[in-house]
């Protein structure tokens, strides 16, 4: 019961923004809305979420990992049920930043549950595989149910449709999870001040990425935006470290599983926002193939993606939690080093490096996870959630953001038209190589970090704040 509604509120994290692109050309007619405000119909939601992770994963150590998942799977289903009245874009982008909010409360704590809900390393493995195989499998179909769905229905019914999911999780967390003790909570007082800047330096760093996109990097409104957020990360810092409760506790962050586990994250997800956003307009638009084949070319990534889960466990139980995180997080870099270098010789290097990238984020998106946990304090499981879920929100941003940057840099004209010259077309290989090396280079040396970090975890060492515990991997 309790593994089927942290399933269900991982689906929702994954599915939503899947489903919901699928209809942003019918919501553009039908709400009259620009293009900027289409974007802000998932960037609203991809912002909020990220910028309030951290605030809420510390708030539901503090109060109750369990409340505070419950109170966001209600304001989901409210938000969701607000959508039957949209009338005007604006409207939907309010709703979406309070589905924002919503996942901000809930997706950390599905984490932190699911490993709280078992002692021993090999069974939280398994949990969290199997909440993340439910997740990816809505993000793997949601583009394609979305368009049946189109065919015979209304667009608000793709958000419709997280009524009955939260209604779903919110029976399976209910039943099947029993409120913390207080024992387990944090009682700290709340760092108020760093949870502010903490918030407004992780939103501006999200919302840099898209301007660097939308206004190119000649503008001085994304440098701007970037600027803010080197200072607030600045002055989050100096907080920290001076706070006598703070909100990030740095040397709580330094143990090597967290460290190690971030940089890992952090490498993965730089590579594979890189990656995506690179394949997608190289099948569309330099090869010119059609948005269906073009996802019928996506498929190895796909299938990797939900069937991999599978493989998880025994790979684990046969290399170590410690050393599945870096050789994962490797094989995305590797991935990616195989498309900036040979994806110019045809599509079975794009689909080796797709397999690739999925492979190693199967694997590194639960094993570096569940490091991160192993590394904290009981009290502090959801917000160490929540830091994994934004170090990769973040480099995600960070790697649309230099793949955007270079190829407004390098490529003359519009990028959108139907047929390139020959010069586009070697501007665009050449960023793709440009682009795809540096993303590799950085993503390699948090790897090369991240390896180092792990190099000094003491066998049977304990994490903070509680006694050692053998693992059976």
């Known amino acids: 019961m309790a593994l089927a509604g942290l399933s269900a509120v991982f689906l929702f994290e994954m599915l939503d923004n899947s489903i919901l692109n699928v209809a942003l050309p019918t919501i553009g007619r039908e709400l009259h809305a620009s293009t900027t405000a289409l974007q802000w119909v998932t960037g609203a939601y991809a912002v909020v979420f990220g910028g309030l992770m951290l605030a809420f994963g510390a708030m539901a150590d503090r109060f109750g990992r369990r409340r505070i998942m419950l109170i966001g799977l209600v304001l989901l289903g409210v938000a969701s049920l607000a959508t039957a009245f949209v009338a005007t874009a604006e409207q939907l982008i309010a709703v979406r930043a309070a589905m924002g909010v919503a996942a901000a409360m809930t997706t950390p704590g599905s984490m932190a549950l699911a490993f709280r809900l078992f002692d021993e390393d090999g069974l939280r493995v398994r949990a969290t595989t199997l909440i993340s195989t439910v997740g990816l499998v809505g993000l793997a179909i949601g583009p394609t149910v979305g368009g049946f769905v189109l065919a015979i229905a209304p667009w608000q019914v793709l958000l419709l449709v997280n009524v009955p999911i939260a209604m779903f999780a919110i ?51 994304p440098w701007a935006a970037t600027a803010a957020a080197a200072v607030g990360a600045l ?5 920290e470290r001076s706070a006598r409760h703070p909100l990030l ?11 190690s586990g971030l940089a890992f994250k952090a490498a993965a997800g730089l590579a594979t926002a890189g990656l995506g956003y690179m394949v997608t307009l190289q099948l569309q638009l330099d090869w010119g193939w059609t948005p269906a084949l073009a996802a019928i070319g996506m498929l190895p990534q796909v299938v990797v993606l939900v069937a991999g889960g599978a493989f998880i466990n025994p790979f684990v139980r046969r290399v170590g939690l410690e050393r599945a995180a870096w ?48 590394g904290l304090p009981k009290n502090r499981s959801t917000f160490g959630a929540a830091l994994t879920d934004t170090a990769t929100e973040i480099t995600s941003g960070a790697g649309i953001a230099v793949t955007g940057t270079i190829l407004a840099a390098l490529f003359t004209g519009d990028i959108a038209t139907s047929s390139w010259s020959a010069q586009q077309t070697a501007e665009f290989r050449e960023t793709v190589t440009i682009a795809g090396l540096t ?11 991240g390896i180092v970090r792990t ?16 693992s059976r991997s």
């Open 249 to 259: 506790d740095l040397e709580l962050v330094a143990h090597p599983l967290v460290s």
């Open 455 to 470: 190099g000094r975890v003491a066998p049977g060492q304990a994490p903070a704040g509680r006694p050692a515990q053998r």
């Open 171 to 221: 029976i399976g967390v209910r039943l099947g999870i029993a409120a913390e003790a207080a024992a387990d909570l944090h009682r700290d007082p709340a760092d108020i001040a760093g949870a502010v800047l903490g918030t407004a330096t992780i939103v501006s760093a999200l919302v840099a990425p898209t301007l660097f996109v939308n206004e190119g990097a000649g503008s001085w409104v």
């Open 327 to 374: 050789l994962s997080a490797a094989a995305v870099v590797f991935g990616l080093a195989v498309y900036a270098l040979l994806s110019g010789f045809g599509y079975v290097w794009v689909a080796i490096a797709l397999v690739l990238v999925a492979a190693g984020m199967r694997v590194v998106g639960v094993v570096a996870g569940v490091n991160v946990l192993r």
């Open 439 to 449: 993303l590799t280079v950085v993503a390699a040396a948090l790897v090369g970090w």
């Open 235 to 239: 002055l989050f810092f100096l907080r």
